[in-house]
């Protein structure tokens, strides 16, 4: 079970930093359907503050070494 990958920032698959890339890559799911539903989710709810949780990610989050 120690195959998982590490959360990580893309380094090749962003738009800004690189964060639902390496959340996309994580899991193996498309990077541009969870961006889509990311901002989605961010617009249509108040209780989901998109942009902070996106901040807090991309401090959190190292950056992809190779």
Wanted: aromatic share 10%; charged share 20%; proline share 5%.
């Amino acid at each position: 079970m120690s195959d998982a990958r590490p959360f990580v920032r893309s380094r090749h698959d962003r738009m800004i930093a690189g964060v639902v890339g390496g959340i996309a890559r994580r899991y193996g799911w498309s990077s541009g359907l969870l961006r889509l539903v990311f901002v989605i989710v961010s617009i249509a709810s108040a209780a989901f503050p998109g942009i902070l949780v996106y901040l807090l990610l991309w401090l959190l989050m190292p950056e992809e070494t190779r």
